[in-house]
């Protein structure tokens, strides 16, 4: 079964700084596009980051500066550094990834979410 598996998350002061990471595991060929989102309470899932297999990152205006979205290939892990970090940066994070996987012979195309992760920006 392959899935994604986020870690990271917690309680950081304001100004502190994070990092999330989210494992691709099981049968994969390959692994396309790779992302972060999150959701605060009471809101819609927000694209914070994104980074293809080559090219350009990008990022969301409210992140720009003060995040950074990197990826290791041969671990298939995407990472989230988080610096700087402010009192509405408190959401759970989701790491989204394209990816081709599965059986043997019988490879699929996969678009998968993390489990997510709760950060918490508080003093």
């Known amino acids: 079964q392959v899935q994604l598996v986020e870690s990271g998350g917690g309680l950081v002061q304001p100004g502190g700084s994070l990092r999330l990471s989210c494992v691709a595991s099981?049968?994969?060929?390959?692994?396309?596009?790779m992302g972060w989102y999150r959701q605060a309470p009471g809101k819609e899932r927000e694209l914070i980051a994104s980074?293809?297999?080559?090219?350009?990152?990008k990022y969301a205006d409210f992140v720009k500066g003060r995040f950074t979205i990197s990826r290791d290939n041969a671990k298939n892990t995407v990472y989230l550094q988080m610096d700087s970090l402010k009192p509405e940066d408190t959401a759970v994070y989701y790491c989204?990834?394209?990816?081709?996987?599965?059986?043997?012979?019988?490879?699929?195309?996969?678009?998968?979410w993390g489990q997510g992760a709760l950060v918490t920006v508080s003093s």
């Open positions: 980074i293809p297999t080559g090219g350009s990152t």
């Open positions: 099981g049968t994969i060929s390959r692994i396309y596009a």
């Open positions: 989204n990834a394209d990816l081709v996987g599965g059986t043997p012979g019988a490879y699929r195309y996969l678009g998968l």
